[in-house]
């Protein structure tokens, strides 16, 4: 606590910045020579006693004062020049300050419970006012007296409706509105000759901006986000004007007289969607970047050839632009985006733009050609994705400075020139180019970190890649027509392989030195015999070799020892999985149709596995350690013909999913009614099937699928199964005990053997039931 400071009358300055824990300054107001008070960050300060005797108080400091409610005496401070109370979250209200005349700086930003600053309007010496984020604040007086003002922000005054006397204030020249939602209309501001900034973005409810012709000396305006907005003044004499920004402005048809801003040098009017022309722009030689992405009903640029300054160039989204003008003078453009104008045919003078880093044409795809652009040696991106009917790009060869080429979906496309020359090229893209058969010289591409050639059908072979030693992801998914990928051996960098669905890929090179290797995705590789070195691939985390059909073996793969997923799938001549039980960070086992398998190892090390999938596995005749699977949650084994026991499964509390359906040689499941986890229970065409253990403990069971068990005698505990929902006992011919349901509350689907009495299931209610 703060003692009593009322006998310090000629104390002149009094700062208690960061006094967190002050909850009052008893004494204050006996301070008849203070001149400054620094209260920054004073937390806790609830209430200052009565300030209106500090009669030469100059500045009053309160901010982040967050408990503040209220300031009594302020309207008595009459020497007061600074008033800084931005973030007093709690201050409701002001007394009356009209008597402040000498006030020269007001920070209320961030007062975001403040009603009403009664007096504002006679603040005559005021020169900066801040009312930032003053959400509660609907309305202000009448600032037309207010002559010397030169900063205005309001930004995201939410609640405003109006600015009266705004118009008057001819000394202003920064005015933000920014944000302020509810404003509908300003005063004329042609009077307002001074004003160099005017932001009023995202003034949704704002429909015109009267005066806005006048503003001779504005250097910026942002008026984007202004939804309602749907026309502007005449903007010819705003001579000085260098940024005008005025995205999503979605309902402006017309901006009369952009052509005559000699000063600008940003305009943006990206989301114009109602935007149909724009004038003539050939005299904006100042222009350095013109956006205009997403103006749907935009046809043409008159006079773009002329915009000689311009850097940057974006025009993606015009769906409705079919013609750019020759853009070869335009040579100090660095960025050139035409993503998505789909009706554009041809770029005259493309082959010019010298100083070109990044072009953007993905998504045009009735563009058939593009000029030579060997002289575009400065350029780092190319895209042009989906630009279907494109049939070849001339002088690609020499853009020795390109880091990405992005191609994919150029399916017109037959051929690309020697590429040996790219070695900046980082990034290769050629995804979907069904008439592509060769890539010349990708094999010298030696910066290359990613290469994609999926779905190119017609693709026969790749050069040799050893010498592409950074290479770090390798995606040839669906080359169909592929036979090998000849040095794949010798990317010792490489982390990502994907060759899925290379049908005629017969091998792969001996891929031991991969050491680096995370991914390796070889599905539907029909033709694929073997995976030499597979085995030393220590930092293999996924391997998926699904519907590999031709696949006899795999090499041990024990030193695996970080492999999360491993997906066999569909290997119908594999025999044995060699290693599979040291595999101790395994988490999904995928086996499904692996038809030869005949055994697994011990897999009582998984502790971490989560899935296991031997659907079909029809040879399996056990999975020994099974029962050791603590962190299981699903397991599928349906349709193992073979099996005729598991282990004692009462371990796998975490399990969800049990499905051993169609094991018809299995007899019996250990451990079942201690699985509390288990949601559903598929054991469906279970023939020999004797019996289950009692159930009553599986609390959670959704799911019972006991159809086809035709040994089974009995399901003790069925009855306590109270979140059962879809139970199919239907075949179970040895079933004579009528089981009572009439907990059952939630099942919704049954299907009975003929044998059972429905008697006692007239206790049950429940949507289908059928014999």
Known sequence: MLPSLQMLTKLRTLV???????????????????????????YSLRELPDVSNLTKLRTLILRSCN????????????????????????????????????????????CKSLTAVPGLGSLVALESLWLWRCESL????????????????????????????????????????????????????????????????????????????????LASLEADGCESLREVPDVSNLTNLQKLYLQDCKSLTAVPGLGSLVALEELDAAGCQSLRELPDVSNLTNLQTLGLKDCKLLTEVPGLRSLVALNVLVLRGCESLRKVSDVSNLTSLRTLNLWGCKWLTAVPGLGSLVALEVLYAEGCVNLREVPDVRNLTNLQILNLQDCKSLTAVPGLGSLVALKEIWLRGCESLREVP?????????????????????????????????????????????????????????????????????????????????????????EVPDVRNLTNLQILNLQDCKSLTAVPGLGSLVAL???????????????????????????????????????????????????????????????????????????????????????????????????????RE?????????????????????????????????????????????????????????????????????????????????????????????????????????ELPDVINLTKLRMCSFGYASR
């Open 16 to 42: 208690i910045k960061g006094c967190n824990s002050l909850e009052a300054v008893p004494g204050l107001g006996s301070l008849v020579a203070l001149e400054e008070l620094d209260a920054n960050g004073c």
């Open 67 to 110: 408990s503040l409610t209220v300031v009594l005496g302020l309207g008595g401070l009459v020497a007061l020049e600074s008033l800084n109370a931005q973030g007093c979250a709690s201050l409701r209200e002001l007394p009356d300050v009209s008597n402040l005349t000498k006030l020269r700086t007001l920070n209320l930003r961030d």
């Open 138 to 217: 609907r309305e202000l007086p009448n600032l037309r007296n207010l002559t010397k003002l030169w900063k205005l922000y309001l930004g995201s005054c939410k609640s405003l409706t109006t600015v009266p006397g705004l118009g008057s204030l001819v000394a202003l020249k920064t005015l933000d509105a920014e944000g302020c939602e509810s404003l509908r209309e300003l005063p004329d501001v042609s009077s307002l000759t001074k004003l160099r900034i005017l932001y009023i973005g995202g003034c949704k409810s704002l429909t015109a901006v009267p005066g806005l012709g006048s503003l001779v000396a």
């Open 418 to 506: 020697d590429v040996r020359n790219l070695t900046n090229l980082q990034k290769l893209n050629i995804d979907g180019c069904k008439s592509l058969v060769a890539v010349p010289g990708l094999g010298s591409l030696v910066a290359l970190e990613e290469i994609w050639l999926r779905r190119c059908k017609s693709l026969c072979e790749v050069p040799d890649v050893r010498n592409l030693t950074k290479l770090r992801r390798l995606n040839i998914d669906g080359c169909k027509s592929l036979v090998a990928v000849p040095g794949l051996g010798s990317l010792v960098a490489l982390k990502e392989i994907w060759l899925t669905g290379c049908e005629s890929l017969r």
């Open 541 to 643: 985390e996924k391997m998926w070799l699904k519907g590999c059909e031709s696949l006899r073996e795999v090499p041990d793969v024990s030193n695996l020892s970080i492999l999360q997923k491993l997906s066999l799938r569909g290997c119908k001549l594999l025999t044995a999985v060699p290693g599979l039980g040291s595999l101790v960070a395994l988490e999904e086992i995928w086996l499904k149709g692996c038809e030869s398998l005949c055994e697994v190892p011990d897999v009582s090390n998984l502790t971490k596995l989560k899935i296991l999938d031997l659907d079909g596995c029809k040879s399996l005749r056990a999975v020994p350690g099974l029962g050791s699977l603590v962190a299981l949650e699903k397991m599928w084994l349906t349709g193992c013909e073979r099996l």
């Open 646 to 750: 598991v282990p004692d499964v009462r371990n796998l509390t975490k399990l969800q999913i049990l499905s051993l359906g169609g094991c018809k040689s299995l007899t019996a499941v250990p451990g079942l009614g201690s699985l509390v986890a288990l949601e559903e229970i598929w054991l469906t065409g279970c023939e020999r099937l004797r019996e289950v253990p009692d159930v009553r403990n599986l609390t959670k069971l959704q799911i019972l699928s006991l159809g086809g068990c035709k040994s089974l005698t009995a399901v003790p505990g069925l009855g306590s199964l109270v979140a059962l929902e879809k139970m199919w006992l239907k075949g179970c011919e040895s079933l004579r005990e009528e089981p009572d349901v009439r907990n059952l509350t939630k099942l919704r689907m049954c």
